[in-house]
């Protein structure tokens, strides 16, 4: 097939580039289309375009040679199935020539590791190019029972400014949970350490973490000063909370070991949330019978970061995953009922 020089119609109209190649050519991915205008192979006009240019009747589009049919399904990135590659771009959010912003959904790990198998989203990643040569890079984590936003970085340069702009605590997140009981006070901070517990396997099998006082900090050099606060948003009698957790580090499972160690273990949580015995406080462990704590009630909720390049500020907010979504209509709890950032009217609030 040879370079095609084609008109754009009346008939067509006014549209998006993109849309009107896919339309002349089926075959063609949406990833196709935006690395082909970024490489100047498509033109309009004679000129570059990107794929979210818009073409209008007589505009004369050159269109490189092109394959008669979409790559087998053998031929998926690294091998990544179908239902897996549909998945993965399923729970993009947003994305741009920098940033791709998923809603991970629970169960699926972060990264390859002891025990995680070889499906997770690093692996996955790999269906996340969209045109781009390299696939996009994980520049934080969730664990694998915990859903919600995850930013990947789609250059080196990129991952190396969210990465810095995560250390140094210039972005924000704020996480939803529901955990056991009514923690007193309502709001708060938690400032216990974390340190890895011993015994725990080589390949770091079964990871647990395990608070330090403040006070007892200086016993034990391998604990990291840890810090998350709280506010909760709602709660159910003294059996249940709604909560927005805000992570001011960001240790290792620590927004799992914190709530426990108040007394208030996370629903679902069969790692850290124990049972009666193992929770002071007026914490029942993390089971509410029936349904409720078969899976991990902690959803990265929303996310505030600088973008590196525009530097515009930007907010996320995914969706709630289906078995909590679930649970916020059991009982009866609207999305729209609390604020988006409770943090943000503490700390506006003048000191007395």
């Known amino acids: 097939m040879t370079v095609q020089l084609l008109n754009v119609t009346e008939d067509e109209g006014e549209q998006r580039l993109d849309k ?7 075959q063609m991915t949406q990833g196709a289309v935006e690395k082909l205008c970024r490489t100047g192979q498509i033109r309009v006009d004679k000129g570059r375009a990107k ?25 998926r990135p690294a091998g990544i199935s179908a239902a897996d590659e ?7 959010l947003w994305k741009d020539e920098h940033i791709i912003v998923l809603n991970k959904p629970a169960g699926l790990p972060s990264q390859g590791g002891s025990g995680q198998g ?23 984590r969730l664990d694998k029972d915990t859903s919600g936003l995850l930013m990947l970085a789609r250059t080196d340069r990129i991952a190396r400014a969210l990465s810095e702009a995560l250390r140094h605590r210039a972005a924000r997140k704020i996480y939803w949970a529901i955990v056991a009981g ?20 080589r390949g770091g099998e ?38 927005a957790l805000e992570p001011v580090t960001g240790r290792t499972h620590q ?40 899976k991990l009630h902690l959803h990265a909720r929303s996310l505030m970061i600088e973008h590196p390049i525009t530097k515009k500020l930007l ?38």
């Not at 009107?20 to 089926?26: D, I, Y």
């Not at 007193?184 to 517990?197: C, D, E, N």
């Not at 629903?267 to 349904?291: E, F, H, P, V």
Request: glycine share 10%.
């Open 20 to 26: 009107w190649l896919r339309r002349r050519f089926p």
């Open 51 to 75: 794929a979210s240019d818009r073409v209008v009747p007589g505009m004369v589009i050159r269109v490189p040679p092109l394959p008669s049919e979409p790559a087998p399904a053998g031929l």
């Open 86 to 92: 549909k998945m993965i771009q399923a729970a993009v």
């Open 118 to 140: 070889d499906r997770h989203v690093d692996g996955l990643a790999e269906a996340l190019k969209f045109g781009f040569k390299d696939k996009p890079k994980l520049v934080h």
């Open 182 to 201: 009514v923690p007193h006070p309502r709001q708060g901070s938690i400032k216990f350490a974390l340190m890895k517990a011993p015994g725990r396997g």
């Open 206 to 243: 079964g990871e647990k973490m395990i608070c330090i006082h403040p006070a007892k900090v200086a016993d034990h050099p391998e604990a990291k000063r840890a810090q998350t606060d709280y506010f909760t948003l709602w709660f159910l009698g003294a059996r249940l909370s709604w909560m």
């Open 255 to 294: 927004l799992r070991a914190h709530m426990a160690e108040v007394g208030h273990p996370i629903l679902g949580d069969g790692k850290y949330g124990g049972n009666d015995s193992d929770n002071l406080g007026d914490g029942w462990g993390a089971g509410a019978g029936g349904d409720l704590s078969k």
């Open 315 to 352: 907010t996320f907010t995914a969706p709630l995953p289906d078995h909590m979504a679930r649970t916020w209509k059991l009982m009866d709890w609207k999305e729209t009922d609390v604020p988006a950032d409770p943090f943000e009217a503490i700390r506006e609030t003048p000191a007395r």
